[in-house]
DNA sequence: GCTAGTATGGACTAGCGAGTCCAGTCTGGG
DNA sequence: CCCAGACTGGACTCGCTAGTCCATACTAGC
């Protein structure tokens, strides 16, 4: 594997996505190696030859390809907080991925998996959680650059507070099947930067 | 299984206990049954003699063990939200809860290892979320009663968001091993309660 | 102290699924 | 056109683990 030719690429490509697609299905217990030979139309030793160290490195391949796509798929929303508008504009997209994303988040799946063993699935999510987070604040502080928020209001901790929600939400939707409380997070974490200029916490 | 001596009803109790002991430690995917008989000198036979249906039942009843906790280390303070100090005091025993509890949830792990297969899971989880934003829910409405909190704000909507901050929170906790995000979230939903008198959003 | 039902021990099975291996095919640079 | 190295097919091993089975020991009520 020390070169790819763009046919192995290709191949390489194809086991990781139908992993993916396959582990948003089912879940990662719901994932042997045979489905997604059988998915991809390829054999064991294609996936041995493009993760040498099997299921655990293509679990974890599978996490930063997911990780990837969350902050992409709220773009370009997420990076543009620079208005009360486009807040509820970036809500609105935050609400609606995850309601098409389901019951099922492979992100906490293959975390949860792969569990406190292996170093590389925490620091996956413990990144993009810092990114995502960053880019929040980075809102933030465009808003209390226009006089829309407190200046006195940390932007780290409300970030945060905001993320947590959305993280919040997301998992009891994974239980409920609703977004009900992804929305009053959102709602509630919104309303408090907006409401912050008049009455400082 | 039609009736349960004293005698009985220990051991498939030691067998409980010593499965949520274990999967506290190592996760539901690093526990296997000898795992647990092991560890609680019990036998498989015996095991099975209690739980007929297997891992998944035992999974299950571990899941309903768990979730009564969850609640019942909350109180005193969870059931008598009626101050600001009162709230301030619940807010650092939950914090305190899920720092001891460290990086491992057993019931964020029970639940996406039983997966949606089952109903039974969720349903436990719902079930959970549901009287915790429930409790949470009439501290609102207590405090809206002592004209502490703006009546014109719904009590079930910001409970959920709350409960939603407190979730995130942990889930994040269990990839960095912090709490900032539980206490930022927690800090951020009780501020805008106490603002919300001030200046109604 | 009899006996029906409960509790327990532990060997055994069966099957799954990760990972190995080797033999054969393709590809691209020289 | 040649060959080193990339790519592919698929049979095979092997450990692990859930679940079964039967023989035995206990217990409680009568």
Redesign the interface.
Known sequence: MRTLTRKGAATRQRILEGAAAHIREH?V??MTLDDVLARTATSKSQLFHYFPDGREELLLAVARFEADRVLEDQRPQLGDLTSWPAWRSWRDKVVDRYRRQG??CPL??V???L???TPGA?AV??EL?HRWQAEIATGVRHMQEAGEIDPGLDPD??A?????????????Q???GET???E??L???I??L???R??P?
Not at 160 to 172: F, N
């Open positions: 879940g217990a719901g019951r099922l906490n799946s975390t949860s998996q569990g406190s063993r925490q999510v413990t959680m901790r409300a945060a507070a905001l993320l947590a929600g959305i993280q919040g939400g997301v998992l009891i994974m239980s409920t009900d409380h992804l009053a997070a709602d509630m974490g309303a408090h907006r409401a912050s008049l009455a916490s």
